[in-house]
Antibody
Framework: DVHLVESGGALVQPGGSLRLSCAVS????????VTWVRQAPGKGLEWVSV???????YDADCAQGRFAISRDSSKNIVYLQMNNLRVDDTAVYFC?????????????WGQGTLVTVSS | SYVLTQPPSVSVAPGQTARITCGGN??????VHWYYQKAGQAPVLVIY???DRPAGIPERFSGSNSGDTATLTITWVEAGDEADYFC???????????FGPGTKVTVL
């Protein structure tokens, strides 16, 4: 079975930083891909960032210049470093994974971690 | 940037068929994935690559993709199908994922 568990969400002031973690089991992050998706209260899903098996990373416009996705292959963990946080970054952040060689679908999801940006 | 559109809501009686559309420019050239999400839960993949079902998803769920519209069809709708449904694509030209805004399915 594949399991993804997010952690690191917290209440942070505008301009602050957080690092989210996505611990993965049953699925090798360096052989596949992992994305971060967020959902603001009462809103839809918004893609944030992805890291592929090759190490290539891509970011949504909302993340460019402020967020950075990375991984620790030895620990099978994917991170999302978030800097210069804004009030509109408040959301539940999900990590989701998919198999290399598929169609970029993500069948594996964590339960999410809440990030609240407020003064 | 690539944009996906969905109707905000669809209402359907139990036992009937629900069709949820996902519009995008020449979307037939992309692989469309569908997720449902119940309140307070993580999304669940129900259709990938236009019309394939992951293991454990009932045959009542099917998909199609033609022209500028992809469609998720749920036959023999049950009360448990009530959820928000999102379509998603990977846009190779911009190398970004795109989600549709979501459709709330209400079972009457």
């Amino acid at each position: 079975d594949v399991h993804l568990v997010e952690s690191g969400g917290a209440l942070v002031q505008p301009g602050g930083s957080l690092r989210l973690s996505c611990a993965v089991s049953g699925f090798t992050v360096s052989d596949n891909f992992v994305t971060w998706v967020r959902q603001a209260p009462g809103k839809g899903l918004e893609w944030v960032s992805v890291i592929f098996f090759s190490g290539a990373t891509y970011d949504a416009d909302c993340a460019q210049g402020r967020f950075a996705i990375s991984r620790d292959s030895s620990k099978n963990i994917v991170y999302l470093q978030m800097n210069n946080l804004r009030v509109d970054d408040t959301a539940v952040y999900f990590c989701a994974g998919g198999r290399n060689g598929g169609y970029y679908e993500t069948p594996y999801w964590g339960q999410g971690t809440l990030v609240t940006v407020s003064s | 940037s690539y944009v996906l559109t969905q109707p905000p809501s669809v209402s359907v009686a139990p036992g009937q068929t629900a069709r949820i559309t996902c519009g995008g420019n020449k979307i037939e050239g992309k692989s469309v994935h569908w997720y449902y999400q119940k309140a307070g839960q993580a999304p669940v993949l129900v259709i990938y690559d236009d019309n394939d079902r992951p293991a454990g998803i009932p045959e009542r769920f099917s998909g199609s993709n033609s022209g500028d519209t992809a469609t998720l069809t749920i036959t023999w709708v049950e009360a448990g199908d009530e959820a928000d449904y999102f379509c998603q694509v990977w846009d190779t030209s911009t190398e970004k994922y795109v989600f549709g805004p979501g459709t709330k399915v209400t079972v009457l």
